[in-house]
């Protein structure tokens, strides 16, 4: 993770000789992590699916291959020429890609979006002497998340839809040396040609929430 930021702030006021009330605040900021845009497949044939991906700077650098109807796009058939456009559409979306065109991805070369979560809790304090006993009622609210209760943008969790962007066809028949041209197909996302790097979570993290508590202190 390149770049990471923490921050808390806390205030306190007590008045009327029995109250108490504190408002904390918890930043966490950082990038979500790094990934390599690969092929799909072993496409250099050494036992590992890990290759990086070269970047065409133009549709002269690659050769896509029709894609018959079947599941994975919801049996929908797409031309040589729609994946074409649809793959450097998609180049011009991302920016680590957009800037590197006629160059092999780097290792861990895509860094994912910035992500702020701030948590909130509020504290009520209630306190009160009996004899030589100290008495504390604490009521305490947090708001985990609570930039997105906010704004439903703020405070998500992402993800890559597809680091494994191209799909080799014809790895069997390309020879070191050889006139064969690989053809790829471009991967999907959701049954259909992945258009945009990436995705929002749908799950608890990408969402705020809240939690009460109450705490008794005496001596």
């Not at 008045?15 to 250099?44: C, P, W």
């Not at 036992?47 to 079947?70: C, H, M, V, W």
């Not at 100290?134 to 009521?139: G, I, T, V, Y």
């Not at 064969?180 to 991967?187: D, S």
Request: proline letters at 4%; glycine letters at 6%; zero cysteines.
């Amino acid at each position: 993770i390149p770049h990471r930021v923490i921050a808390g702030l806390s205030y306190r006021k007590e008045y009327i000789k029995n109250l108490a009330t504190s408002v904390s605040m918890f930043l966490e900021a950082s990038h979500q992590g790094r990934f390599s845009y690969t092929y799909s497949t072993d496409f250099n044939r050494d036992g590992q699916t890990n290759d990086l991906i070269y970047i065409p700077k133009d549709p002269s650098e690659i050769t896509f291959a029709a894609r018959p109807a079947s599941t994975a796009t919801s049996n929908v058939a797409y031309t040589a020429q729609q994946q074409s456009d649809l793959f450097f559409a998609y180049i011009e979306q991302d920016d680590y890609l957009k800037k590197n065109k006629g160059k092999y991805a780097e290792r861990n070369g895509g860094i994912m979006p910035w992500r702020n979560q701030v948590d909130v809790r509020f504290t009520q304090e209630i306190f009160k002497n009996f004899g030589k006993s100290k008495n504390n009622f604490q009521f305490t609210m947090d708001i985990m998340n609570f930039g997105n209760m906010l704004n439903s943008k703020w405070g998500t969790v992402d993800f890559v839809k597809s680091a494994g962007i191209l799909v080799p066809q014809n790895v069997a028949a390309l020879t070191p040396g050889g006139t064969v041209r690989p053809t790829f197909w471009l991967n999907t996302f959701d049954n259909k040609p992945v258009d945009s790097t990436f995705g929002t979570t749908q799950t608890f993290a990408s969402t705020y929430y809240m939690q009460f508590g109450f705490r008794y202190n005496f001596q």
